[in-house]
């Protein structure tokens, strides 16, 4: 997955903004001010390009197991967070996946009122 395809498919899920709460160099993206998806652009330059996402704990491990490419999130809980190495050996519809997990686990934590404003959103 690059850079551009990732970036377009976090923005794409309904109520989604971007933000850089850490320095310039972190993309959070966040639902319902929460953060669901986040990763170091300086790493996308050097060919290196990580997400951390959220997930439930025990698929968390269960994908820890089953992927080198899935690590305990850095600099994160590594009970909830996992780091995905995007070096091409995960191919892009499972790490939509993912990152759709990742997304509904934060949209379930949100109050239903502001679920309900996320879901009358027109975008």
């Known amino acids: 997955m690059n850079l551009e395809t990732f970036y377009e498919y976090c923005l794409s ?24 998806a986040l990763s170091s652009l300086s ?3 050097k060919n290196e390009q990580s ?12 994908l ?9 999130g850095y600099h994160m809980s590594k009970v909830h967070w996992n780091t995905i190495a995007l070096n091409g050996n995960l191919p892009d519809k499972f790490v ?3 990152i759709d997990h990742s997304y509904e686990l934060v949209f379930k934590s949100l109050t239903k009122k502001i679920q309900n404003e996320i879901i009358e959103l027109k975008n």
Request: proline share 6%; net charge negative; hydrophobic share 30%.
């Open 51 to 62: 997400v951390n996402l959220k997930c439930d704990p025990d698929r968390a491990q269960e």
């Open 43 to 45: 790493q996308w330059e």
């Open 13 to 36: 899920k309904k109520g989604v903004s971007e933000h850089f709460p850490f320095d310039e160099d972190t993309l959070v993206f966040k639902v319902g001010g929460k953060m669901f």
């Open 64 to 72: 820890r197991a089953e992927y080198d490419e899935i690590q305990p």
């Open 96 to 98: 939509k996946e993912l």
